[in-house]
């Protein structure tokens, strides 16, 4: 393998499998470098941790993705060391490599605002061995209460809890009261699946604060309607292997899941360059950092003002940066002479569960089963191979038309 590489792209998520692509376009000399072997398509992660759909389904090996581009090297490594000044770059395996231009994009986990002794007890979910950990632990709790004479511990077992109504923590909810109310009826001979709670816990005065208050309602009322139990105003205080404190009350609950939080990649801290309170980098209007040209961050590892506020922590954040990034190294534009980022919002959307999902583009709002059709068909165009997008249809026409999750097998 070559020391030196005209670009260095850490991280094949949506930011940097994007850059990687455009440059590869453009024949320019690449190396990509990914702790893992996939690009994981994370808004369908969810499913994977409500056994909706199969891990193979939304990550793609990276190599396969950019094969089309010759000029393109592809490593599985973890990246440990950034050295501004020579221009190199070090890995978990020991290898050094030196850049002309570096693209950092590699994303973002969970923060538990200083309690990290939660993690273990109420696992996030940003990658696949993350959505697998919730998986096992939902449907485990389901086989272990079969067995059960004690209702206390059935109750415990089949109570669920999410911290944060962000889309994450909506769509988790409603996904578990699906599986609780649809998919497991009849499996069980000892208890009724059906009297499972499933919490949703959020600090703020409505769900989804990032859509307009109707759609937030909107979205409340249909939690309801299929059994979850919003509430709204609510801190966790406490989360133990028994349950979870919020406030003065103690919910017994043997699966917490937490949707509350973000930080960046601690890996930033190695550019020494300002970040912001969720460790993202602050970047320039190019997204570079501050005092070097040739060093950008881009997507959820970075803090882009935009306004009064920073861009969200969006795909098409991370997607939009990676091809602009990519232009300004491609046509080799000097800082003086570049023209700003700017995000072209094409709306969001969430989805509550069969049926339903609220969106929202500009002033356009929709909610019920035409805003679940259009979630629906957005993510499966998304979606990076053909493949994907076939197994995917299938899979939800499948469970559409029948109510079961194909992806429940545990050992
Ligand atoms: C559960 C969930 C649901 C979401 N739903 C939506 C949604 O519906 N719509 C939407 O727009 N956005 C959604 N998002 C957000 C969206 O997925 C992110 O904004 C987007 O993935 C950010 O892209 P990125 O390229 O910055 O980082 P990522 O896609 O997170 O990619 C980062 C990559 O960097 C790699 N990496 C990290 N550190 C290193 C290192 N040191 N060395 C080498 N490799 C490294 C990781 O393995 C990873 O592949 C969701 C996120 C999650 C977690």
Not at 90 to 97: G, M, Q, V
């Amino acid at each position: 393998m070559k020391k030196k590489f005209d670009t260095i792209i850490i991280g094949g998520g949506f930011g940097g499998l994007n850059a990687a692509i455009k440059l590869g376009q453009k024949k320019k000399e690449v190396l990509i470098i990914d702790k893992s072997n996939h690009h994981l398509f994370q808004p369908l992660l969810y499913q994977v941790a409500t056994a909706g759909l199969s891990p193979a389904d939304i990550a793609t090996p990276i190599r396969e993705i950019l094969k089309k581009y010759p000029s393109v090297s592809v490593i599985m490594d973890e990246v440990q060391k950034i050295n501004k000044e020579t221009s190199t770059i070090e890995t978990s395996s020991e290898h050094k490599f030196e850049f002309n231009n570096l693209i950092i994009a590699t994303g973002a986990r969970h923060s538990y605002f200083g309690n990290d002794q939660w993690e273990s007890l109420a696992p996030g979910l940003k990658s696949l061995s993350d959505a697998l950990k919730i998986r096992e632990n939902i449907l485990k709790s389901y086989e272990l209460s079969e067995l059960e004479t004690d209702q206390s511990k059935i109750d415990a077992l089949t109570t669920f809890v999410i911290v944060g109504a962000g889309p994450t923590g909506v769509e988790m909810a409603g996904a578990i009261a699906e599986i609780a109310t649809k998919t497991l009826t009849k499996n069980f001979s000892n208890i009724d699946p059906r009297r499972s709670k499933v919490y949703l816990v959020e600090g703020g005065d409505r769900v989804l604060s990032a859509f307009h208050p109707k759609l937030s309602e909107r979205t409340k009322k249909d939690l309801e309607k299929i059994g979850v139990t919003v509430l709204l105003k609510s801190f966790v205080k406490d989360i133990s292997e028994e349950g979870v404190t919020i406030g003065d009350n103690f919910i017994p609950a043997r699966n917490v899941v937490w949707a509350a939080g973000n930080k960046a990649n601690p890996i930033l801290k190695e550019l020494n360059c300002e970040l912001d309170k969720m460790g993202r980098a602050i970047v320039e209007k190019d997204c570079s950092i501050k005092g070097h040209s040739n060093i950008f961050v881009i997507g959820d590892a970075s803090a882009f003002q935009n306004g009064n506020t920073f861009l969200p922590g969006l795909a098409p954040v991370a997607a939009q940066q990676g091809k602009y990034v990519a232009r300004l190294i491609k046509n080799n534009t000097p800082k003086g002479k570049r023209d700003n980022f700017k995000y072209l919002d094409k709306g969001t959307m969430a989805t509550i569960g069969k049926s339903k999902a609220v969106m929202q583009v500009g002033h356009f709002k929709m909610a019920g089963f035409f805003a679940w059709l259009s979630w629906c068909l957005i993510h499966l165009l998304f979606l990076v191979l053909f493949r994907n997008r076939v197994f995917i249809f299938f899979d939800w026409l499948y469970s559409y038309i029948t109510e079961q999750r194909g992806a429940r097998l545990i050992k």
